[in-house]
């Protein structure tokens, strides 16, 4: 079946750690995004990629970095810069010529 | 830039009935697409309608229908008979038209919907 894999589900971290989550798509999709889910917030764009080799940021930025050496894979780290990590994550992909996301299950990351 | 509100954090219906749950938005853009997005507590995203702004009839998917209005900057989402599977947060979204807008999708806070038996 095709979707969106992203592991691990459930992640704890030491505070000045980087931690890497994993999102994996088999739909062909070329866009895809990382978002942040905090409790009574909205999602949050992290960042973006429409083609492989390219990415921009979204509106909280600061303090991830991700790649996209491959069309199927978008991998956000999430760096002992970022001040407040722990949140719900979640990745989407998009066909190019479609208004419609299609979301992962989501990664709970939490800093101990 | 744009903005999504949602004025009801939470909702509550009994089962078989209908709710309404409210969504406005601002923008000065004419060309935009409207989502509802379903989240039960697995969490996972769930698309449960969506409306182009150039359309004017409303879209319907089975019980789930929205209350477009663009003049007013509105875009409710009317659930009929509801179920207790209904039972979820909801979000309210807009992405702008692709050809010349943001890549963004904007998410409003959500509105947690309990369903009632």
């Known amino acids: 079946d095709g979707g969106i894999t992203q592991s691990p589900k459930y992640l704890f971290r030491k505070e000045g750690q980087n931690v890497t989550l994993s999102c994996e798509q088999n739909l062909n999709h070329d866009a895809m995004y990382w978002y942040r889910q905090d409790p009574g917030q909205g999602l949050r764009l992290i960042y973006y990629s429409q083609i492989v080799n390219d990415f921009q940021k979204g509106d909280i930025a600061e303090g991830y970095s991700v790649s996209r050496e491959k069309k199927e894979s978008f991998p956000l780290t999430v760096t002992s810069a970022q001040k407040n990590p722990t949140a719900f994550y979640l990745c989407?992909?998009?066909?190019?010529?479609?208004?419609?996301?299609?979301f992962g299950a989501g990664s709970r990351l939490t800093v101990l | 830039a744009q903005t999504v509100t949602q004025s009801q954090p939470e909702m509550s219906v009994q089962e078989a009935e209908t709710v309404t749950l409210s969504c406005t938005y601002d923008t000065s853009e004419s060309d935009y697409y409207l989502f509802w997005y379903k989240q039960p507590p697995s969490r996972q995203m769930i698309l449960v309608i969506r409306?182009?702004?150039?359309?004017?009839q409303n879209a319907t998917e089975n019980r789930f229908s929205v209350n477009f209005q663009k003049a007013a900057k509105s875009f409710s989402l009317k659930i009929s008979d509801s179920q207790l599977g209904d039972a979820a947060m909801y979000f309210c979204a807009y992405r702008s038209d692709p050809q010349g807008g943001s890549e963004k999708l904007v998410f409003g806070k959500g509105t947690k919907l309990t369903v009632n038996p």
């Open positions: 409306q182009e702004a150039y359309k004017q």
């Open positions: 989407a992909s998009r066909w190019t010529g479609a208004n419609v996301l299609t």
